[in-house]
């Protein structure tokens, strides 16, 4: 159908993705050095420069595998077993466990792990949390859940008439297998170990905190490092170009194979084979092994409620939520209202069939997820310094960042919904020749839960932001994450684990709102 | 008058070919097997299409510089006639703007009457049958301002009685608003609604 056209309605749309872009376009002018500064192609021949790669491939190389080693089993238990205690509470603690704030994962391994670590007399003399292990450790307990809802949802993508055929001709469970099952997640597998390579590649909070020192840094930290501790921003710009070139190149590689979907709603399965007692055990003793792994580091953050030390001040801590909540509001009330004004001229586009300028406006409107937050950082500390004052402007730089960084996840949550109503609608709203008023109300209503959703994940991912709120923090004003950094770097555990109870009680209370205003959606 | 002359719409393996004139305030009928292209006339006349050549004029002026919602033209579709979010009433006066007047209020109370849905106008889309859906639909289509009304199918989800009834409905509403009305149809007994019978395909 080739009769819908713009009109005005394009124009802010239109400004909208501008804006967007000039956020990218603005760090990628100060990271080419168009402000004095410039990449020194000497760091690319210093032996320290192919140690912290190789040590950031080989992390994140071994949190995808492990991820998805240990993911794939979980998946299926879920869906073999649709009758699990506690399932639908697992599935949100899965979507916590991804976009928890990392520092308060890390607080709470280091109060199960660390060097005076609940667990850690068990795991021998030789045991140490910081290093290779504990960033694998803290890897996997980040993205294994991405894994299992991922990987879970793929297998419901089993029509329920392969499972009757194959169990008509009375195949074996290897043989059912290999036809029905591993055909549908295979190609998924190698997604999802690319994307979860991708996001480990680019970790920086968990490096920062469980990593450090020649043996166990990675590009992004070696890039704050330059920044923070040496201002060595020739080199920072150096390696910011590495850490995007193969950050991006993945990315787009994995962009074109299809993205993970890890959010939408469960559906079908209902004819899925009852496993016996021996199948049935594994499935049960998998599920409750993951339950205890995602559950045990955030568990030992709660007995610190009963032994809260007397010199303990509350005010930083407030004082903390109040400007992590503050920024992380100011970051996804637009980042929302954005996400719905870009995809309007991507609908039109849909439907005017211009699939090829639909594609275009689609890699503009998520083409920051290509660029890691420490590379856009860099771009815009080193455009900045010279120009702005980074103490003034800090907070509106954090803001700015951290809107662009999660504005395409947003994006990713309104899209389906929006393409569905104007696969229904189009004709009929074209039709009945609408005001935007009336046709503004019809849209948002129709919505309703998915632009809730959306805005409880922009809030949620804000919140946990480190690597922006590293570069352009300051002392006099921090986040909630940053200050546990804070207390967990000067060892004050007691209040690390009562700063992350905290983050870890306002995070809960937005997966709540997420999982059940997708539900209503 | 509405004149569709030399009209072509060609995609890659098929091509429809239009020429007719039509009075204003006739009624057509348009049958003819599936694929002969009755759909694809309706949405050419209200936009959603664009013919590859000829011209489409209404009263004199050429349709095709004018977008969906600029054209004259009111429509009921096969499907996807209700917003589902909304409640009947709300879909009945949904762009009708200044026109929702006391007048057309009271229009639309009658017709929901003679089309027996008087009772259903605070309930949800999703709660009717889907005879139910077409007779709201089919009330809000003839009862908007446009002078040119296409039905593509009105009738196909409803009981023989209920079928008569709603189309002698249509009939009146279109005589007494002077509406011309292309109306698509696979029963036999529909022709009798119309001024005119065309057969596409043939």
């Known amino acids: 159908m080739h009769g819908y056209r713009g009109g005005t309605g394009q124009i802010p749309a239109l400004a909208g993705l501008t804006g967007l872009v000039l956020i990218t376009g603005v760090a990628f002018y100060g990271l080419i050095g168009f402000s004095g500064q410039v990449a020194d192609p000497a760091t690319l021949r210093d032996p320290y420069f192919y140690g912290i790669l190789w040590f950031s491939l080989k992390q994140a190389a071994l949190s995808a595998g492990l991820a998805v080693l240990f993911g794939y089993p979980v998946a299926r238990a879920l869906y073999y077993l649709p009758g699990l205690w506690f399932r639908r509470a697992f599935l949100a603690l899965c979507l916590l466990c991804f976009v928890l704030p990392t520092l308060v994962l890390i607080t709470g391994l280091v109060l199960l792990l660390g060097h005076s670590g609940r667990l850690s007399p068990l795991l021998g003399p030789d045991w140490n949390l910081y290093g290779l ?75 920062l905190a469980l990593g450090g020192g020649p043996q166990a840094t990675t590009l992004e930290l070696a890039i704050y490092q330059a920044l923070k501790y040496d201002f060595n921003l020739p080199e920072a710009l150096t390696l910011a170009w590495v850490q995007f070139t193969i950050a991006g190149t993945l990315f787009a590689l994995l962009g074109r194979l299809g993205g993970g979907s890890w959010l939408v709603l469960e559906q079908g399965g209902s004819q899925v084979p009852v496993p016996g007692r021996w199948g049935g ?33 509350l005010l930083p801590l407030l004082q903390a939520l109040w400007n992590s ?53 860099v771009g815009w500390y080193v455009f900045a310094l010279p120009r702005l004052r980074l103490e003034h402007w800090g907070p509106v730089l954090v803001v700015l960042l951290n809107l662009a960084l999660t504005l395409p996840f947003a994006v990713q949550q309104l899209r389906p919904r929006l393409l569905q109503f104007d696969a229904q609608y189009a004709p009929l709203c074209a039709g009945l020749k609408l005001a935007w008023q009336e046709r503004l109300t019809l849209e948002w ?15 949620l991912l804000a919140m946990g932001d480190v690597a922006v709120f590293a570069l352009f923090g300051d002392k006099d004003w921090t986040t909630l994450p940053w200050l546990i950094y804070r207390y967990a770097s000067t060892y004050r555990m007691q209040e690390a684990a009562l700063a992350s109870l905290l983050l870890l009680g306002v995070c809960g209370l937005l997966v709540w709102v997420l999982d059940r205003e997708r539900a209503h959606a | 008058m509405l004149e569709v002359s030399q009209v072509r719409i060609a995609r890659e393996d098929w091509a429809l070919d239009y020429d007719f004139q039509l009075e204003s305030g006739a009624i057509l009928t ?51 006639n209700l917003f589902e979010h ?40 999703a709660t009717l049958s889907g005879g139910q859906r077409q007779r709201v639909a089919l009330l809000r289509t003839l009862l908007r301002p446009e002078p040119l009304v296409l039905l593509d199918e009105p009738f196909a989800e409803l009981d023989p009685q209920t079928h008569a009834l709603a189309g002698q409905w249509v009939r009146d509403t279109a005589r007494a608003a002077g509406k011309t009305v292309l109306l698509v149809t696979h029963h036999a007994q529909d022709v009798a609604l119309g001024d005119r019978n065309q057969v596409l395909g043939d």
């Open chain 1, 133 to 207: 292990q504990g960033i694998l450790l803290a890897h996997v307990f980040l993205n294994l859940p991405f894994v299992v809802r991922a990987l879970y949802l793929q297998l419901l993508q089993i029509p329920d008439t392969a499972w009757r055929l194959a169990l008509l001709l009375k195949l074996p469970a290897l043989t059912r297998w290999q036809l029905v099952e591993w055909p549908m997640v295979r190609g998924r597998l190698l997604v999802l170990a690319g994307f979860v390579f991708v996001l480990c590649f680019n970790s920086f909070a968990v490096v």
């Open chain 1, 281 to 313: 055990l594994w499935h049960g003793g998998v599920y409750l092994l993951c339950a205890l792994f995602l559950l045990l580091p955030l568990l030992v953050l709660l007995p610190v409620l009963a032994h809260i030390p007397a010199s303990l001040r």
């Open chain 1, 325 to 377: 909540l503050l920024l992380a509001l100011a970051c996804a009330v637009p980042a929302t209202l954005l996400a719905w004004l870009v995809l309007w001229p991507q609908r039109l586009a849909q439907l005017q069939g211009r699939h090829r300028r639909r594609q275009l406006l689609e890699w503009l409107s998520t083409h920051a997820l290509t660029a890691p937050a420490m590379v856009l950082s």
């Open chain 1, 445 to 459: 209503r129709w919505l309703g839960g998915s632009l809730r959703a959306a805005f409880a994940l922009a809030l």
């Open chain 2, 30 to 80: 348009l049958q003819g097997r599936s694929g002969a292209g009755k759909t694809t006339l309706l949405m050419l006349l209200a936009g959603f299409e664009t013919p590859d050549r000829g011209d489409i004029r209404w009263q004199g002026r050429s349709l095709l510089p004018l977008a969906v919602a600029q054209r004259p033209v009111s429509m009921l579709f096969q499907d996807h």
């Open chain 2, 86 to 125: 909304v409640s009947v009433w709300r879909n009945l006066g949904l762009g009708m703007g200044r026109q929702r007047t006391a007048a057309w209020e009271q229009a639309l109370r009658d017709g929901a009457e003679a089309l027996g849905i008087e009772t259903l106008l605070a309930r949800m889309p």
